[in-house]
């Protein structure tokens, strides 16, 4: 149930048609500050987990 060549194909000539071509790469670039910001953001919630749980298990050694 994937996205064929041709569906790609037609996404990307709307998204053309709809913002222009001047607009695409500013467009990139605010998505590819979104994804690295998610990215950031998920490594410091898994730091803090990971952390946490080393507290707990040195915490029930004593």
């Given at each position: 149930m994937g996205l064929g060549t041709q569906e790609i194909i037609l996404i990307l000539l709307v998204v053309l048609i709809f913002f222009g071509a001047k607009?695409?790469?500013?467009?990139?670039?605010?998505i590819g500050k979104g994804v690295s910001e998610f990215k950031k953001g998920m490594s410091d919630v898994q730091n803090e987990l990971n952390k946490d749980v080393t507290e707990t298990k040195s915490e029930e050694k004593k």
């Amino acid at each position: 149930m994937g996205l064929g060549t041709q569906e790609i194909i037609l996404i990307l000539l709307v998204v053309l048609i709809f913002f222009g071509a001047k607009k695409i790469p500013e467009l990139a670039r605010g998505i590819g500050k979104g994804v690295s910001e998610f990215k950031k953001g998920m490594s410091d919630v898994q730091n803090e987990l990971n952390k946490d749980v080393t507290e707990t298990k040195s915490e029930e050694k004593k």
